[in-house]
């Protein structure tokens, strides 16, 4: 697989708390300039971004991250602030304690109400892997694929651990043929990458390929 190929698939990713407006547009520039999918930042820098960047690449953001605990109510008002913002995409984390009570009905209402507030936009369902079992997961997977919501993604990266091989084929084996896969976390070399792909994933959640690509050190998300 070609570094064209794994590109395009890319959120180029910059989520730490320390991230200033220059990392910021570091981020964006590169994403543009090695044709990535995305650039996925903070909220708080959405707008500046998107003015930034304009029509150059999409602008990707995070809600309920990176723990999912805040009420739906806060999760859909942050997706319509940043869709309002330039936003055109916006990966939520769910409510893992609500996974691990049982509380699919509610899992599921959130997700629709996070869809409905994207407006058309594309939504990613992060469901924290590292912290399921494997029954878990194939819930979650029906979960989304009845939700509306456009991907499934496997972790936000900060976390235990992130995205795996298995948890990958795992997904595309039990969601719905409409939805599509994010890998995100731990992504370290370009040969994870194309694994990644070549077992389902149209999506890459990472800070390093791009870098890699550039031939410098890759660290971080």
Not at 47 to 54: E, M, Q, S, T, V
Not at 146 to 156: F, H, L, R, V
């Amino acid at each position: 697989m070609d570094n064209k190929t794994i590109l395009a698939a890319v959120d180029h990713t910059l989520l730490t708390q320390t991230a200033t407006w220059e990392e910021i547009r570091q981020v964006c520039d590169d994403g543009a300039a090695y044709g990535c999918a995305s650039v996925c930042i903070p909220a708080s820098y959405v707008k500046r971004a998107a003015d930034y960047l304009g029509d150059r690449l999409p602008v990707c953001t995070v809600i309920g991250f990176p723990n999912g605990y805040c009420t739906t109510a806060v999760k859909v008002f942050e997706a319509r602030d940043a869709i309002a913002n330039g936003a055109s995409e916006i990966d939520m984390v769910i409510n893992i304690g609500w996974a691990k009570d049982g509380r699919w009905d509610d899992l599921l209402a959130e997700i629709r109400a996070v869809k409905e507030a994207c407006g058309g936009l594309v939504l990613k369902v992060i469901i924290e892997t590292c912290l399921l079992t494997q029954e878990e997961k194939v819930r979650l997977c029906r979960i989304v694929s009845e939700s509306g919501a456009d991907y499934i993604k496997t972790s936000t990266g900060f976390s235990t651990a992130g995205a795996t091989r298995e948890d990958v084929a795992l997904f595309k084996a039990n969601v719905a043929p409409h939805v599509k896969i994010k890998a995100a976390g731990g992504i370290s070399s370009l040969q994870d990458a194309a694994d990644f792909l070549e077992l389902g994933a149209s999506r890459l959640g990472t800070s390093r390929i791009v870098k890699l690509v550039k031939g410098q050190q890759a660290q971080g998300y």
